[in-house]
């Protein structure tokens, strides 16, 4: 086991499908992209932010047998109690067969996240993720991180979103998407566009003035402000929190594409 705070792999947990997995290489393995990821000025920035622990064990099939994948869930166990405090205050879910009403604490939580590596790492005998904008080995990793922090930050936000940007799914994919994006942009990437998939991110030059973005940008800098303000430092081409940053300064933003977002908000 690997302890380096908020960071604790343990390769020998996760249930996984192979049966042997060698625990040390798999920790060795996500201790490597780690490093990778905080080699760049996103990655620290996103590590700088986390204030809860965060497990990543190898992905576990015995949830989805035919499927691989990676995820990121509140920290065992998963009470309600939990789940609030991850959950932004002004999130309310409504009670469901199985559980009650929650609503957000906005404290923070843990997390656990299910990842292994070889999923992403093409010529792996494990590979089994197919190639795209944000599905490189540390993306990957990356991605789930963005949730984790969302959790430790009590800003995770499950609504769905509608209208012109309900090709992200909900608020918090679309969160960890384009954060992800800035980090694919440091290191010289294509960028993602839709979640799920790996549709490109069309005319990422526009993106900040374009439908509802500036509103939901909005949003994850007033959530996540640790994250957001060190994000607008990094020196990329895509980076709608320098945007936001700009624009609440009174300064011209970088893109000067017309604004043309909807009539109504994404949730």
């Known amino acids: 086991m690997l302890h380096n705070p908020p960071f604790h792999i343990d390769g020998s947990s996760g249930g996984n499908i192979y049966g042997n997995w060698n625990a040390a290489n798999y920790e060795a393995a996500v201790r490597r992209v780690l490093t990778r990821i905080r080699s760049t000025t996103s990655g620290r920035a996103l590590a700088n932010s986390i204030r809860h622990r965060i497990e990543i064990v190898p992905y576990d099939f015995r949830n989805r047998p035919n499927q691989c994948d990676a995820g990121a869930n509140i920290r065992p166990p998963r009470t309600v109690f939990n789940v609030s405090r991850a959950m932004a205050t002004d999130v309310f879910a409504p009670a469901t067969p199985t559980r009650a009403a929650i609503t957000g604490q906005g404290t923070g939580s843990g997390s656990q996240l299910q990842y292994t590596p070889g999923f992403f790492v093409p010529g792996s005998r ?13 993306e990957a990793l990356y991605h789930e991180i963005v949730h ?6 009590g800003a995770a936000t499950p609504h769905p ?6 090709h992200f799914q909900s608020f918090d994919e679309y969160t960890a998407v384009i954060v992800t994006n800035v980090f694919s942009s440091e290191t010289g990437r294509d960028l993602r566009g839709s979640y799920p998939g790996t549709t490109p991110l069309h005319d990422p030059a526009g993106f900040y003035a374009r439908n509802d973005n500036a509103f939901m940008i909005g949003r994850v800098c007033r959530l996540m402000p640790v994250l957001t303000r060190e994000l607008a430092r990094v020196p990329c081409n895509f980076n709608p929190f320098r945007e936001f940053y700009r624009a609440s300064a009174g300064l011209t933003p970088h893109s000067t594409r017309a ?5 109504s908000l994404p949730f």
């Open 126 to 138: 494990l590979h089994c993720i197919d190639p795209g904008p944000g599905m490189a080995v540390d």
């Open 148 to 153: 984790a922090a969302m959790n430790s930050a």
């Open 259 to 263: 604004n043309t977002r909807g009539t």
């Open 161 to 166: 979103l509608r209208g012109f940007l309900q």
